[in-house]
């Protein structure tokens, strides 16, 4: 059974920073895009970034979030995260991560992140 579990939201000031993760199983990891989105109550979910299979060292962002936000993955360990750095209050949302494994598109219960002071 194909399974994506967030974790690592939380409340945090502007200007801080949080990594989220993303673990994965029931497919083969290594060989899958994974892809972060968020959503804001009452809002089209947002796109943030894509890695690609293999090392990963290709990646995608959303214009918005480049140079603030670094997506990467453990293969060893299957597992994607989202280093968010100097994080705006506009940043709060439910994040997710996400795959799409044999034409069918996964998605995971999400990580609240709040940004507040």
């Known amino acids: 059974q194909l399974q994506l579990v967030e974790s690592g939201g939380g409340l945090v000031q502007p200007g801080g920073s949080l990594r989220l993760s993303c673990s994965a199983s029931?497919?083969?990891?290594?060989?899958?895009?994974m892809t972060w989105y968020r959503q804001t109550p009452g809002k089209e979910r947002e796109y943030l970034a894509t890695?690609?299979?293999?090392?990963?060292?290709?990646?995608t962002y959303q214009e918005s979030v480049k140079g603030r936000f670094t997506i990467s993955r453990d293969n060893a360990k299957n597992t994607v995260y989202l280093q968010m750095n100097s994080l705006k209050p506009e940043d709060t949302a439910m994040y997710y991560c996400?795959?799409?494994?044999?034409?069918?598109?996964?998605w995971g219960q999400g990580t609240q992140v709040t940004v507040s002071s």
């Open positions: 890695i690609f299979s293999g090392s990963g060292s290709t990646t």
């Open positions: 996400t795959c799409w494994v044999r034409r069918k598109h996964y």
């Open positions: 029931g497919f083969i990891f290594s060989d899958t895009v």
